[in-house]
């Protein structure tokens, strides 16, 4: 295809260029209706005139018939005499493209004010909500153990300490919550009778999101488990007092049996096992 041939699609249409690759190919221009400023040229000039008229490039047209240059912009069409007045007139164009004046940026900050005002509402909310507050801190609290899925024989009569120092680590925004509803909690369904160590891990506790825990102490606990009265396992002994210490319950019921080798402590853990 050839654009200098009459015959030729692209004779009288434009080729679009963009990166150095052609992207359209006889293309119909704007034609500007002000004749009077084209004065005795062709189709050519008039679309030249038409794109300056409805935007900010400059436009250079060569007449093929008269092998003069033309330059159209911002409405008007202005012959260059010589390639030295073209270099001038497109390096003038280009400096006010880097430099617009002062009532050209004024113009800019003021079109569309009210999408601007919206998109920086939401830009300064997401920042509040997502970047605000970000650096990494520590914070200590004082949280309450408690002993869950203990068996059903079993109750808990003492435990030292009720308490835990809880260090938790993460983001200064994520610590906005209620620290009244932390409590280390401590998987009791392997105790046994007696008085026993349980381990205060991590996973005791839940996290609120966000948060890691860093450090509980102390790292261990005590607690003594007695048979629950409401077990249903009799104490058989030959005196409340010692039945009372080895499993603390008081609805007992004692019998001696009157075998020499019997000791009421070792009989009342023997008739409590299930």
């Known amino acids: 295809m050839r ?4 015959a030729s699609p692209g004779h009288d249409g434009a080729v679009v260029v963009s990166h150095d690759r052609i992207r359209a190919f006889a293309v119909y221009l704007p034609l500007s209706p002000h ?31 008269r092998g003069t240059l033309n330059v159209a912009e911002a409405g008007k ?41 919206v998109a920086l509402a939401l830009a300064s909310l997401l920042w509040l909500s997502v970047a605000y507050r970000v650096e990494t801190i520590q914070r200590t609290f004082v949280v309450p153990i408690e002993y869950r899925n203990l068996p059903s024989n079993l109750a808990l009569d003492d435990s030292h300490p009720t308490e835990a120092q809880v260090t938790l680590t993460g983001a ?18 392997r105790a046994k009778l007696g008085w026993q160590e349980v ?20 790292r261990r606990s005590r607690c ?19 039945c009372q210490t080895a499993c ?22 023997e008739s409590l096992r299930w």
């Not at 603390?248 to 853990?269: D, E, I, N, Q, Y």
């Open 172 to 189: 200064e925004r994520v610590f906005d919550f209620d620290s009244r509803k932390m409590v280390v909690s401590v998987d009791m369904s």
């Open 35 to 65: 004749l009077a400023e084209v004065g005795q040229a062709r189709t050519r000039h008039t679309a030249a005139l038409g794109l300056a008229e409805r935007c900010d490039a400059l436009v250079i047209v060569v007449s093929e018939e």
């Open 199 to 218: 381990v205060l891990a991590h996973e005791s506790l839940d996290a609120p999101t966000g948060l890691a825990v860093r450090e509980i102490k102390p």
């Open 224 to 242: 003594k488990c007695i048979v629950s009265p409401r077990s249903g396992h009799p104490c058989v002994c030959g005196s409340k007092k010692s």
């Open 77 to 117: 069409l202005e012959q260059c005499l010589s390639p030295i007045d073209l270099k001038l007139r497109i390096s003038r164009y280009q400096q006010r493209q880097l430099d617009p004046p002062l009532g050209f940026k004024r113009r800019t900050w003021f079109q569309n004010l009210r999408l601007k005002l």
């Open 248 to 269: 603390g319950w008081f609805a007992c019921k004692w019998s001696r049996p009157k075998s020499p080798s019997w000791s009421p402590l070792r009989h009342c853990h």
């Open 3 to 6: 654009i200098f041939h009459p």
